[in-house]
Nanobody, 126 residues
């Protein structure tokens, strides 16, 4: 059973930065993509960013493009989300997701990911 373990959430002022990490428990786990979604209270889960493990192609949600950067360390099977210029509207629980068979057209679809982390809270104060 693969587990995704997130870390790095917390409280930050608007304009600040945070870096989230997500480590897959099984180093032999081969995911086709690893990414991040977020969910604010009373809202649907929103696509943030994902990275394809083959080729390192990255994809971002419109609301974070230019401010967030996703990256991956293949040696440790860890994905990172560097969040800069944070805004109060970025406040949410951030979830890591991964899937071994996902196709490109489904990368922004939370329902297409089989494995999820427990979530980490990010709070941005104004």
């Amino acid at each position: 059973q693969v587990q995704l373990v997130e870390s790095g959430g917390g409280l930050v002022q608007a304009g600040g930065s945070l870096r989230l990490s997500c480590a897959a428990s099984a180093r032999t786990f081969s995911s086709r993509a690893m990414g991040w979604f977020r969910q604010a209270p009373g809202k649907d889960k929103e696509f943030v960013a994902t990275i394809r493990t083959s080729g390192g192609f990255t994809y971002y949600g419109d609301s974070v493009k230019g401010r967030f950067t996703i990256s991956r360390d293949s040696a440790t099977n860890t994905v990172y989300l560097q969040m800069d210029s944070l805004k109060p509207e970025d406040t949410a629980v951030y979830f890591c997701a991964a899937d071994p068979r996902i196709i490109t057209s489904q990368l922004r679809n939370s329902g297409a990911y089989a494995y999820w982390g427990q979530g980490t809270q990010v709070t941005v104060s104004s």
